[in-house]
């Protein structure tokens, strides 16, 4: 080890090279799926179909650190973990179908049950200081060092559903469904909930040629949608009760158990969401000239979320039915062919879209929700109640009316560390994508990229370069100039400006430090309480693909009896033109508690792979 004896082994850094002989994990997963299906026309107007499907599979994890590891206190005479699932999935439906045609219309309706049915059951094995050096088995571990917790879950779900579509002339479309689900997950007051949906279309282009108003060499195809829908979700399972957790040692040596983490909601409601679309298709000049667009809301309510919530409660997390999300926005899609000929044809589309989410409904007191955990520098992923869905809460320092930064007596800037604000939103103003596919005789290529425009992200990369010295921003270490204001004293601010040199002594918090101090404590203490400094407002253009494909000769293909082949060569990720420092696309998070998790949150993220694939179909 670099540091080995001079520091405290938790502290040390490991040597790779050991890590390769000590530091052991493995998974292995085992799956099986599976479907069935039979179908019986009763007669040429109606037919039962039965469908089953099945998904199982086990999954083992193992995780050993040898002794000797520069880890935790706790680790450091070695550790075993062992974790297997076992997960099973059953799927049911039943259905019948009937279609009957009455002059010009035809009229189909769907009449079925289904049934999900999910089953896992986990064991997990941990352990640490063996008794017999080198011998890895949980056998070699005494029985206070070892912890063993096994958990099964279920959750069925059983439907009832129907559909009713009818057209007139393939011209006029309506379609009607609804749906009631009972859930295992729900107190039973509320296990069972029903949504329906429903939709309408109109192709007029075929009013408008039927009538010789309009010729289809001009406008070829013109539709309006118009839909309403309703979709309800259970909840997770065993969530509505509490549960007691593991036996433990509490205060005077009693041992009992305690409640778990999680609070029971015995008054659970399903969630609902609720979507809107207007859209138009039109399609001009024999299908040369292609335009799609569509205006939609989605609303979800009743939210089933399980934030953070005061230890003080005796809980951290419950769920509950809060807050709605309100979400409206637009997409946009032009294409067409500007070029066809015998040989060679360019087809080109480019798609936009736009999306605004908001919050709104949260419950009294709780003006922010925290949707993910992941937080660094005072940052970190939020919805903000009547306000952004994909905000950010962070620092501000405080400003004069005038904009200008208050500086305290030692020149430094102030902020408020109890008052978190929305300091960004993560939620680009637009974004899409421009596609072009060339093809001449057998060859084909496509090329294809994304830009986005507008919308925040968190730089936590930067905040972490910035905390260690190692970003641009801190080069200058022999001076620093702070300006802003301070207090008159008589009410108002007057402008005030500070220089700090390395080699200088100042008064820093009543204490005096070397002026290379105060620098370093102005960028690791001060610095990230204005969360502006690490926000960037992102546009980006990015090369996604570029592929390359040949269709082998059917005239060469017969000689060996083969009817198709495609020769492909394509390459993802090989661009990006960004004012931002990293890749926009980072995530320092998963889905998080309501589904935003922690985009727009970089932390040392890893950016987009660039790959190449060549194949043979």
């Keep these: 080890r670099m540091f080995e004896g001079k520091q405290e082994l938790a502290s040390d850094v490991e040597n790779p090279y050991w890590m390769l002989d000590n530091y052991k994990m493995s998974d292995n997963t085992e799956r099986f799926t599976g479907s069935f299906n039979v179908k019986a026309d009763i007669t040429d107007w109606w037919w039962i179909g039965y469908r089953m499907g099945i998904d199982s599979y086990t999954t ?13 206190l706790l680790w450091q005479n070695g550790m075993l973990s062992e974790n297997s699932l076992r997960f099973q999935y059953l799927s049911t439906n039943l259905m019948t179908n009937f279609n009957k045609q009455f002059g010009d219309f035809n009229l189909n309706l769907l009449l079925g049950t289904a049934t999900d049915d999910t089953k896992t059951s986990r064991n997990y094995r941990y352990g640490w200081n063996f008794v017999i050096p080198g011998f890895y088995s949980f056998g070699n571990i005494a029985n206070e060092d070892k912890y063993f917790v096994t958990s099964q879950s279920r959750h069925r779900l059983v439907g009832v559903y129907g559909e009713f579509r009818a057209d007139w002339k393939n011209t006029i479309f309506a379609t009607v469904t609804g749906r009631n689900d009972w859930s295992s997950t729900l ?7 029903f949504y329906p949906s429903v939709s309408g279309a109109i192709v007029f282009s075929q009013f408008l040629q039927d009538r010789e108003l309009i010729d289809d060499s001009f406008l070829s195809f013109g539709k309006l949608r118009v839909s309403w829908a309703k979709v309800g979700k259970d909840a997770g399972a065993y969530v509505t009760n509490t549960y007691l957790g593991s036996a433990a040692t509490f205060l005077n040596d009693i041992t009992g158990y305690g409640t ?24 001009f000049f024999k299908n040369r000239l292609k335009v799609d667009y569509a205006y939609y809301t989605n609303n979800s309510l009743n939210q089933i979320i399980s934030p953070r919530g005061p230890q003080s409660t005796g809980f951290i997390f419950c769920s509950q039915n809060i807050g709605d999300i309100y979400n409206k926005g637009m997409e946009l899609t032009i294409g067409g062919t500007p070029i066809q000929t015998k040989d060679f044809t360019w087809d080109s589309s480019i798609n936009i879209y736009g999306n605004r989410g908001t919050v709104k409904n949260l419950p009294a007191g709780t003006d ?12 970190q992923a939020a919805s903000f109640n009547n306000g952004a869905f994909l905000g950010i809460s962070g620092y501000h320092w405080k400003y004069n009316d005038e904009g200008k930064v208050i500086l305290d007596q030692y020149g430094m800037p102030t902020y408020d560390a109890s008052t978190k604000v ?6 680009p103003k637009f974004q899409g994508g421009f596609n072009n596919t060339l093809s001449w005789k057998n060859w084909t290529f496509n090329m294809s990229w994304e830009f986005r425009v507008g919308g925040d992200i968190y730089n936590g990369t930067d905040y972490y370069l910035v905390g260690k010295g190692m970003s641009d921003l801190t ?4 001076s620093l100039t702070i300006t802003g204001v301070q207090s008159d004293g008589n009410g108002g601010y007057k402008d005030a400006s500070y220089t700090f040199d390395a080699n200088g002594t100042y008064n820093l918090n009543g204490a005096q430090v070397s002026g290379k101090e105060v620098i370093q404590k102005y960028y690791t203490d001060y610095y990230y309480r204005e969360g502006d400094n690490y926000i960037t407002k ?36 090989l661009l990006l033109l960004t004012n931002y420092r990293g890749d926009p696309e980072s995530s320092a998070a998963g889905s998080g508690v309501s589904g935003s998790g922690g985009v727009g949150i970089d932390y040392c993220c890893v950016p987009a792979t660039a790959s190449f694939a060549f194949g043979v179909n």
């Design 60 to 72: 083992e994890n193992s995780n050993r650190i040898g002794e000797g590891a520069a880890v935790k």
């Design 187 to 193: 107190p039973k007051a509320n296990r069972s909930f």
């Design 260 to 283: 778990s983490w999680e609070r029971g909601n015995p008054i659970l409601e399903p969630e609902m969401t609720e979507s809107t679309e207007i859209g138009l298709e039109l399609r």
């Design 368 to 379: 922010v929700l925290y949707v993910t955990d992941a937080q660094f520098g005072g940052a």
């Design 422 to 427: 929305c300091i960004g939103n993560r939620e």
């Design 475 to 478: 080069e200058n270490r022999e």
């Design 538 to 573: 992102v546009n980006s253009l990015r090369l996604r693909t570029l592929s390359l494909g040949y269709d082998i000769p059917k005239s060469f293909l017969k000689k060996f009896g083969i009817k198709r082949a495609n020769l492909s060569a394509t390459a993802n990720n």
